[in-house]
């Protein structure tokens, strides 16, 4: 059987690639994993293996040529083809692991909705005997809350707690932090609250 080597793809944003360099040339013997050839694209420099053991049977694409993702790059022929298979396409792929024991089960989540703008969900969920169970009936959302200024976060030693770059915008600024009523994570002093003082 003959197994023809696509260029893989690499990520969302990286739509084409360069041959670099071919590291086995038609004829040579290669082992799965061994790598055939670097590719380059516009993130990254990369080896591609072979996915099986054989030999490779011809190149499709030469140094320096640019493909897009998916293309074929090169065909290898397994120990256990007959001369003039078809090629097979080979794409490298991620394998899921199986469960650990053989109990393990899961749920399904089914018509999931949004209730509010806090971003949760109602969700209906599927048992694994295949009965249905509804999820309880969402709370009304209550109306968000003006939070009410924090006072500064302290640190052990009593001092307030803030940032080298808002402890130097204080001090070029002549503020005494201790009068700055912080509206960061906790109470924090922010740069905007030093801006606006």
Sequence with gaps: ???????????ESVVEGTIGKWLKKP???VKRYEPLVEIITDKVTMEVPSPVDGSLVRLLAQEGET???GAPI???ATA????GAEPETASIEIETAAPDSPGTTG??????TPVGPTGGAAVELEEPTGTTAEAPAPKPAAAPTPAAPTPAVTAPSGQTRLSPAVRRLAQ???IDVSQVQGTGLGGRITRDDILKF
């Design 80 to 83: 256990d083809s007959p001369e």
């Design 1 to 11: 059987m003959s197994i023809t080597i696509e260029l893989p793809h690499v990520g």
């Design 27 to 29: 004829g040579d013997t």
């Design 74 to 76: 090169a065909e290898v």
């Design 107 to 112: 749920y399904l989540l089914k018509n999931v």
């Design 172 to 174: 070029e600024h002549s």
């Design 67 to 69: 493909l897009p993702m």
